[in-house]
Nanobody
Framework: VQLQASGGGLVQAGGSLRLSCAAS????????MSWYRQAPGKQRDLVAT???????TYINSVKGRFTISRDSAKNTGYLQMNSLKPEDTAVYYC????????????WGQGTQVTVSS
């Protein structure tokens, strides 16, 4: 399985971006999908998850602003980010697990999101 993340960029505070995560390879191996982010000098943190059934979870700091989704027909996951804040600046990574345990088995390469104040 290969994951290809895209959609990052530079945006002003209050703006929006939509990240995409395209999966290829043995797609049937993918169960839950997740988005993580890593700010400079900090550890990589979980941002949001979506199960095969569409159940979602978010960290508190992005609730009401970010929406995770997936399109099984297109083998693609998404992270819609609205009302962006400077503290959202990070490299965003998509991930997926193959065992339905939310422990990533596959990682995308990361896409930079920079929010200016």
């Amino acid at each position: 399985v290969q994951l290809q993340a895209s959609g990052g960029g530079l945006v002003q505070a209050g703006g929006s971006l939509r990240l995409s995560c395209a999966a290829s390879g043995t797609i049937t191996s993918i169960k839950n999908m997740s988005w993580y982010r890593q700010a400079p000098g900090k550890q990589r943190d979980l941002v949001a998850t979506i199960s095969t059934g569409g159940e979602t979870t978010y960290i508190n700091s992005v609730k009401g602003r970010f929406t995770i989704s997936r399109d099984s027909a297109k083998n693609t996951g998404y992270l819609q980010m609205n009302s962006l804040k400077p503290e959202d600046t990070a490299v965003y990574y998509c991930a997926a697990d193959g065992n339905s345990d939310y422990v990533p088995d596959y990682w995308g390469q990361g896409t930079q999101v920079t929010v200016s104040s």
